[in-house]
């Protein structure tokens, strides 16, 4: 069961405040959302925006709930500086992945905090593989790598309208920043370091023989 940090309640804050600002104003949501176009001019900002901004209250509560039950495994095991660190590196590079996919579709755009979510998952992931149980029952390892093999899938069948590479790039930023922050992590669990990188393999691997 998760708990609240101070830092975790001033994300979540910020997410419900920027998202129901968007819900309400459709300008502020179009100049704020992550859009190939707008980044093509030279709105880079957008890479950073869009990740506080949300479709519905429904994909809000999502994303937030998610946060709340992982949150604070990674603030027990690095604190609240590198997990902001942590949050922040995963959902840059979710939007990264996610421009480098669709960087010749200018209409293509996207928002939610997903990305960033992802990679506190992951990196909780890293830091307690055993004692996570998804809904109970499923070891946190092999969510992790199940829900990343699952993005390849549906970024190669564009599945949904659903950010696949976004969730993929989020929990990559997770993953190799929680290793630069906790190297000892690979000295004490190195097996589960490189099964958790074995999505990471394969879809570079598909990307090389251009097959995604």
């Given at each position: ?7 975790t309640?001033?994300i979540?804050?910020?997410n ?9 104003d459709h300008?502020f949501?179009?100049?704020y959302?992550?859009?190939?176009g ?6 880079q ?17 999502f ?9 604070w495994?990674?603030?027990r ?10 949050y ?9 992945l ?16 997903s ?39 549906g ?9 696949h ?7 990559v ?8 922050l906790?190297?000892m992590?690979i000295?004490?669990d ?23």
């Amino acid at each position: 069961m998760g708990n609240l940090n101070l830092v975790t309640i001033i994300i979540i804050a910020a997410n419900v405040i920027i998202s129901y600002k968007g819900f309400q104003d459709h300008a502020f949501f179009e100049k704020y959302k992550f859009n190939i176009g707008g980044i093509k001019r030279g709105q880079q900002f957008r890479i950073f925006t869009s990740g506080f901004l949300h479709v519905n209250p429904q994909h809000l509560l999502f994303n937030m709930i998610t946060l709340y039950f992982f949150a604070w495994i990674v603030i027990r095991n690095i604190g609240e500086t590198n997990f902001v660190i942590i949050y922040m590196v995963s959902l840059i590079s979710g939007s990264l992945l996610s421009l480098a996919f669709h960087k010749d579709n200018y209409h293509y755009s996207a928002v939610g905090a997903s990305g960033a979510v992802m990679g506190i998952v992951y990196s909780a992931i890293l830091f307690e593989p055993q004692a996570m149980k998804i809904y109970g029952i499923i070891p946190g390892w092999l969510f992790g790598i199940g829900y990343l093999l699952y993005s390849i899938y549906g970024m190669k069948k564009q599945i949904g309208n659903i950010g696949h590479d976004a969730h993929f790039g989020g929990a990559v930023g997770g993953y190799v920043t929680t290793l630069i922050l906790a190297p000892m992590l690979i000295e004490t669990d190195l097996t589960m370091v490189l099964v958790l990188a074995i999505p990471i393999v394969v879809l570079f691997v598909m990307q090389k023989l251009g097959k995604i």
